[in-house]
């Protein structure tokens, strides 16, 4: 659910400007950097529908920039751009790579612009700061058969077990079977609803990113893991009792305080799993599997808006890097069909 947005009350109702303050932030001293930033990222739940991982990202860089001003006699009421040149310098000398800064460099820009939309600033020192240059890296992809190579090792050890660890590994099996007929987002798959195995159910509602809704179909194999799942489930019901997690709404219901599975705990069975499938664990992870889900579909000539689609990509510059994949297929395509491409 979003969270309800935190609005100005008439004690921390920034003052009116004067008409000669507009060079200068607004009383500084009465916001301290614990309010201000809680107030952002009520902003970015209620109004962006911002997910519990981004805000908790938000939430951690905007402690450690409200760490370094405090360091100088800041905060982030009254930073002015040299402060925050120094902050992102101070991040390239702790070592971090450049994609981190730049994250951080938009995590402040965002910040800025919501204080001065609010009026607690009259004026954005974040606007004319530059970032690092960074390459997009291309996306770890896993090949056909390394993906079949995983998902045999899952239905062997679904099929060849039983009890608890039966459960288990036909829960692991369940989940490979959907991430990578689906390519859903690892923290969209362990929150799947209990009715998204309706025995009917040809697609399934996700809810993605932005709290945006989108249909994902479900293939033949993804839907008789996710039955042999359950039948599992329920063959150790007597024998659990009061231990099973009851009336769950999860399809993966865990005794933890969200109530389902953790994208953690997935994760860790997943790597463990490649090591018994024979493949690199290094190599292997949920968010690999949805890249592998996007390139073969690709590959086999999916057309890329259909797979942004899929993919809950809102948009279709972030689905392009994954068109690499394709480059030798295109050049075939071209030198076969083209007119005036090579003769055979």
């Known amino acids: 659910m979003r969270r309800p947005r935190a609005r100005l009350t008439p004690s921390n109702t920034p003052p009116t400007a004067e008409a000669g303050d507009r060079a ?28 519990a991982n ?23 009421a009254s930073a002015d751009t040299e402060a925050l040149r ?12 450049s994609s981190s800064v730049a994250r951080r460099l ?61 459960l288990r590994a036909a829960r692991l099996n369940c989940l490979l079977e959907v991430l990578y007929a689906t390519g859903l987002r690892v923290s ?11 025995r009917d159910a040809r697609m399934i509602a996700v809810r993605g990113k932005g709290d945006k809704e989108r249909l994902v179909p479900l293939n033949d194999s993804s839907k008789q893991a996710m039955t042999r799942y359950l039948a599992a489930a ?5 024998a659990a009792g009061d231990k099973k997690p009851a009336g769950s709404k999860w399809l993966f219901p865990s005794f933890g305080e ?8 997935f994760a860790r069975d997943l790597k463990d799993l490649a090591v018994r499938a024979g493949l690199p664990p290094r190599l292997v992870s949920p968010h690999v599997l949805r890249h592998a889900f996007a390139s073969h579909l690709l590959h ?14 809102s948009d279709i510059s972030t689905t392009q890097i994954y068109t690499h994949v394709v480059e030798d297929r295109l050049k075939s395509l071209v030198r076969d069909l083209h007119p005036l491409g090579e003769s055979t």
């Open 300 to 313: 086999n000539g999916a057309d890329l808006r259909i797979v942004q689609t899929l993919l809950g990509h």
């Open 54 to 76: 981004t805000i908790d990202a938000y939430r951690r860089d905007l402690a450690d920039l409200s760490h370094y001003l405090g360091r100088r006699r800041k905060s982030i």
């Open 106 to 166: 938009s995590a402040l820009r965002h910040l800025f612009r919501f204080l001065l939309n609010e009026r607690i600033r009259v004026d954005d020192p974040a606007a004319i700061l530059s970032g690092p240059k960074r390459g997009r890296g291309l996306p770890k992809v896993l090949s056909i058969a390394d993906v079949d190579r995983l998902l045999g090792c899952a239905r062997q050890e679904a099929d060849s077990t039983d009890g608890a660890a039966g």
């Open 24 to 51: 200068a932030p607004l009383r500084p001293a009465s916001y301290s950097d614990a309010g201000l930033s809680e107030l952002f990222l009520d902003m970015i739940a209620a109004e962006q529908g911002a997910s």
């Open 234 to 238: 329920a063959a150790l019901d007597k």
């Open 258 to 265: 969200s109530g389902h599975l953790t994208r953690q705990h």
């Open 86 to 97: 120094g902050y992102l310098a101070d991040l390239d000398t702790r070592g971090f790579a």
């Open 188 to 198: 969209e798959l362990v929150s799947l609803p209990l009715s998204a195995a309706r």
